[in-house]
T-cell receptor, first 116, second 113 residues
Framework: DAKTTQPPSMDCAEGRAANLPCNHS???????VYWYRQIHSQGPQYIIH???NNETNEMASLIITEDRKSSTLILPHATLRDTAVYYC?????????????????FGQGTILTVHP | KAGVTQTPRYLIKTRGQQVTLSCSPI?????VSWYQQTPGQGLQFLFE???????NKGNFPGRFSGRQFSNSRSEMNVSTLELGDSALYLC????????????FGSGTQLSVL
């Protein structure tokens, strides 16, 4: 799986949009970008994933650049409950004979702190 | 639908002992993966089971082992515990057949004294 680079920490004011960047310059054509977050003392929670088109769900939006070398997770109206560590993960999607779908390679992530 | 259940939530053991942790996946999920989380190393993949077979294994010593039962429930075992095994052990379940999301439990916090 390709390596990702994220800023170690970010701050955001409550009610404002939080934009979390991720660099994945060595991403391969069959690799998806996934975002998970981990709130203190809980297991990671899936947020969103995408291949090359922008994606949106009830939690967030994912913007992937045209060359796919970077992406941005957007929390449109951050709340105090969004304070967490956010992980950007790149993983292969297509079964290449024995690929383990249960394996995620976590980096250090970005600690997002939402302030009142 | 019930989430991923891990038991126990907290565990205290002493060096040299062994421990067994349990994970019940979401109904219908056939893949169970285990992760170790420590402040120094972060989240690290231990192994994955799918349909009672180990499908992948991370870079951990043989003291760490696991198994999966026919109902997809999984256990992991750590033998001859060391102080460095103190960690949050997380289990995740998924359907296991393609590009899908993983659902994590709240973990078992293991302290080795």
């Amino acid at each position: 799986d390709a390596k990702t680079t994220q800023p170690p920490s970010m701050d955001c004011a409550e009610g404002r949009a939080a934009n979390l960047p991720c660099n994945h310059s060595t991403i391969s054509g069959n690799e998806y970008v996934y975002w998970y977050r981990q709130i203190h003392s809980q297991g990671p929670q899936y947020i969103i994933h995408g291949l090359k088109n922008n994606e949106t769900n009830e939690m967030a939006s994912l913007i992937i650049t045209e060359d796919r070398k970077s992406s941005t997770l957007i929390l449109p109206h951050a709340t105090l409950r969004d304070t967490a560590v956010y992980y950007c993960i790149v993983r292969v999607a297509i079964n290449a004979g024995g690929t383990s779908y249960g394996k995620l390679t976590f980096g250090q992530g970005t600690i997002l702190t939402v302030h009142p | 639908k019930a989430g991923v259940t891990q038991t126990p939530r907290y565990l205290i053991k002493t060096r040299g002992q062994q421990v067994t942790l349990s994970c019940s996946p979401i109904s219908g999920h056939r893949s169970v993966s285990w992760y170790q989380q420590t402040p120094g190393q972060g989240l690290q993949f231990l192994f994955e089971y799918f349909s009672e077979t180990q499908r992948n294994k991370g870079n951990f010593p043989g003291r760490f082992s696991g198994r999966q039962f026919s109902n997809s429930r999984s256990e992991m075992n750590v033998s001859t515990l060391e102080l460095g095994d103190s960690a949050l052990y997380l289990c995740a379940s998924s359907v296991g057949t393609g590009n899908e999301k993983l659902f994590f439990g709240s973990g078992t916090q293991l302290s080795v004294l």
